[in-house]
Antibody, heavy 117, light 110 residues
Framework: QEQLVQSGAGVMQPGASVKVSCKAS????????MHWVRQAPGQGLEWMGI????????SYAQKFQGRITMTRDTSANTVYMELRSLSSEDTASYYC??????????WGQGTPVTVSS | QSALTQPRSVSGSPGQSVTISCSGT?????????VSWYQQHPGKAPELMIS???RRRPGVPNRFSGSKSGNTASLTISGLQAEDEGDYYC??????????FGTGTKVTVL
């Protein structure tokens, strides 16, 4: 059974960084392009960016350019998303999702991140 | 890029049909036949229902159907059932790897 298993919830200080992991289970990470999507409490979904696990190449939404980095470790079958300079507006659940082509075929369970002092 | 525009909520009685619109621009929905729809229940991750405008994911009931005209895509649920209640999001490819989500629609079964 294919699954994406994400790291646990976290509480971060304003100005800090967070790194969320997403491990593929039941399939090889390189099967999908991997994305990160976030959802603030009571709000809609927001696409953050994409990484090609085969090459490691990434592309980010303009809104996050300069403070986001997506990486992968193929030996660990895991992708990571690091977001820096956190503010309260970054409080959200962060999802990884895999797309075979254009749609998000598989989703992780989500990682709640709270930014608070 | 701005979020695609969806109605905040739609509702219907069991057995009725509801349609959710998703309005974009000539740079996203109007340019590509890569609109997908997702269902999300409270506290859960979204799930893919339809890809590429009208391709139902295996296992998705055929009461769910998608379409597109110009810069607007639509999701229709025919024969509404209680388990269809939840939030629905459209998403469009916008070129250069970019994806844009809709604002989301809450479906209520009366």
């Amino acid at each position: 059974q294919e699954q994406l298993v994400q790291s646990g919830a976290g509480v971060m200080q304003p100005g800090a960084s967070v790194k969320v992991s997403c491990k593929a289970s039941g399939f090889t990470l390189t099967k999908y392009y991997m994305h990160w999507v976030r959802q603030a409490p009571g709000q809609g979904l927001e696409w953050m960016g994409i990484i090609n696990p085969s090459s490691g190449g990434a592309s980010y939404a303009q809104k996050f350019q300069g403070r986001i980095t997506m990486t992968r470790d193929t030996s660990a079958n895991t992708v990571y998303m690091e977001l820096r300079s956190l503010s309260s507006e970054d409080t959200a659940s962060y999802y990884c999702a895999g797309s075979y082509v254009y749609a998000f075929d598989i989703w992780g369970q989500g990682t709640p991140v709270t930014v608070s002092s | 890029q701005s979020a695609l525009t969806q109605p905040r909520s739609v509702s219907g009685s069991p057995g009725q049909s509801v349609t959710i619109s998703c309005s974009g621009t000539s740079s996203d929905i109007g340019a590509y036949d890569h609109v997908s729809w997702y269902q999300q229940h409270p506290g859960k991750a979204p799930e893919l229902m339809i890809s590429d405008v009208n391709r139902r994911r295996p296992g998705v009931p055929n009461r769910f159907s998608g379409s597109k005209s110009g810069n607007t895509a639509s999701l229709t649920i025919s024969g509404l059932q209680a388990e269809d209640e939840g939030d629905y999001y459209c998403c469009s490819y916008a070129g250069s790897y970019i994806r844009i989500f809709g604002t989301g629609t809450k479906v209520t079964v009366l």
